[in-house]
């Protein structure tokens, strides 16, 4: 059982809104460090910079979307293990089947809740504390 509070998260999403209500959801269940990202290229360059425990990322972004991260992610040896749950306002199954190809850990749709979020997370990490 992990502690929320010493989850990493990194939070990719090019719309400012969508990044705060993610980071006050994490908030309200004890995670507290986090970073964000406003499209995937900045994603990649952060992780690489400091890897994260679990990214969170839209999937419909410019220059890098979700699935490029994902892909990214998965290939680069020194964060290939890093948590990723896909954001996505679409239940899409062609994206939801790529999305798996590639190694994603699970899937939040919009809009969510905070109980939703907690359960996605605890779908990956087990139990937070």
């Known amino acids: 059982m992990p502690a929320a509070s010493a989850l990493s998260v990194l939070i990719v999403d090019d719309q400012l809104t969508i990044r705060s209500l993610v980071r006050n959801g994490l908030q309200q269940i004890g995670v507290t460090n986090t970073r964000e990202a406003g499209d995937g290229e900045e994603a990649v360059a952060a992780l690489v910079a400091r890897p994260a425990h679990l990214v969170i990322t839209d999937f419909n972004m410019p220059k890098l979307d979700g699935l490029g991260l994902l892909r990214a992610i998965r290939s680069y040896e020194p964060i290939r293990n890093t948590a990723v749950i896909m954001l996505t306002g679409r239940a899409d199954p062609e994206l939801v089947q790529r999305a798996a190809q590639y190694g994603v850990n699970n899937y939040l749709v919009k809009p969510f809740t905070v109980?939703?979020?907690?359960?996605?997370?605890?779908e990956v990490?087990?139990?937070l504390t």
């Open 125 to 127: 990490f087990g139990a």
């Open 115 to 122: 109980a939703t979020l907690r359960e996605k997370i605890e």
